[in-house]
């Protein structure tokens, strides 16, 4: 799971965000076998036809794709395994007889090639894919599937995070019993609510159960949890993100001549001696220590603070509204160590100060935003690029490391865990293995907020993680305590 999906988080981390829609639109398309995209392959040639009209569907007529082929051995694999030399890639035209021949990287073994077009206008490049094996016909007919069981759930949820009774969903929907329920026959979705947590369930082409499960408090339980788009980047208008405000400026206020001179790594923070104070709609910014010389580069520039409220957890990505913004400008003083900004409401949440497209400080406006920021920089712990240093398998492994093992091969923040659940001290990331078909990694913030991923065997994945992910896009995963 770590690659493709961490990797894929990670990606996440830098990438832009859609514009905002409505939840009800249509996902956007992603053409497979059923629509007539087929792909052979010879060494490191591969060849993909767009059959019918699928070229035009498609919006790659006349165009270059790019080709991105992985393997996927099964949904029994190990969630935890390290991954072997697992990606070939390359591009090539799409001809007027609707075939593209392109030249991969490598001769890996692979079993599904997704097709991605960089000149469709659209939020995830991502127009195709096509099997190669036995298995990636099997992928992808369960992707089709678990990706339409996140939409479900996705489109059933409320503002407020609360389902919708399958009464409320339209017609084609069997109500289950409860969220372990079977599901319905061939071809028929099965769908659960308590109103607070949800559970949606399908058969695949080969008669496999998929179920997609949020079990509250951002929990999800899934055994199609790549498949079903767990990042919501293909589901654009169930993930939505704007920050533009209702009313915005004819000019962009921060109009200062030449780029920003902060030129630091990462946001400052709390930690650098960066600090906040509400009063009421007035929000005072406050560079104390080695964060003072940061303050002094800025003088007499104009700078913006943006300030969100933690949204409700959520076990997939979440938009995020305009509405949930709070904007302001102001020049940065030539004396003095504060800078003060007044919002449109009381600033809440975490607040975070730019310069001309520069993230200068994220600081929490009030205990509920520095809970959150606790959280935040928890959650790098287990998505930070170092995080692909910890092992708890070789590739193609049937069984886990014993949990000491693990903890010997990873990062120095790894400690070991007496069990899934255990307790984890604050800064380090807890592992667990039965040394069999069951592992866990998992981390505690600060504020006692726990973020993990749990393989539980048999291709089941239980995490509170991917909901918060793409929070990460605007705060960042160096925010500190």
Partial sequence: MRAPLLAIALLLLTATPAAAAAASAPPVLVLGPADGVQATRAGKALTVTFGGDSARRAGVAG?????????HPGPSELAFAEDGPNASSGDGKVGADGVAHLKLSSDVPVDVCELLSFDADRADP?????????????????A????????????????????RPATALGAGLVALDGPDAAPPAAGQTGYWTDGTRAAATTLSAAGRPLVIQDLGRGVLR??????????SELLPDLNTFSTKPPTSPARDPEDDPGASPYRGEHALTPSDGVHARADGRRLAVRFTGRAAKTLRALAGRKVMVLCRVRPPASPFPLGLRAADFHRAWTRVPRRGGIVRFTLAVAPAGVCTLADDGTTIAEVPADATGR???????????LVTDDAD???????????????????????????????????VPVGRVGVWTDGAHRAAEATVSASGHRAYLVDEGDGMVRTNVFGQLDLLTLLGSDSGE
């Fill in 63 to 71: 165009k270059t794709v790019s080709a991105l082929c992985r393997p």
């Fill in 126 to 142: 991502t127009v195709a894919r096509a099997a190669l094996t036995p298995a990636g016909e099997t992928w992808i007919d369960e």
């Fill in 144 to 163: 089709v599937r678990a990706s339409a069981l996140h939409v479900l759930l996705a489109r059933a949820r409320t503002a407020a995070g609360a389902y």
């Fill in 222 to 231: 899934t055994n199609v949890l790549e498949q079903s788009d767990p990042l």
């Fill in 371 to 381: 809970g959150w920021q606790q959280d935040l920089h928890a959650l790098g712990l």
């Fill in 389 to 423: 240093e910890d092992r708890f398998a070789p590739a193609g492994a049937t069984a886990y490391w014993p949990t000491a093992t693990v903890v010997a091969h990873g990062r120095k923040v790894l400690v070991a865990m007496a069990g899934p659940g255990a307790p």
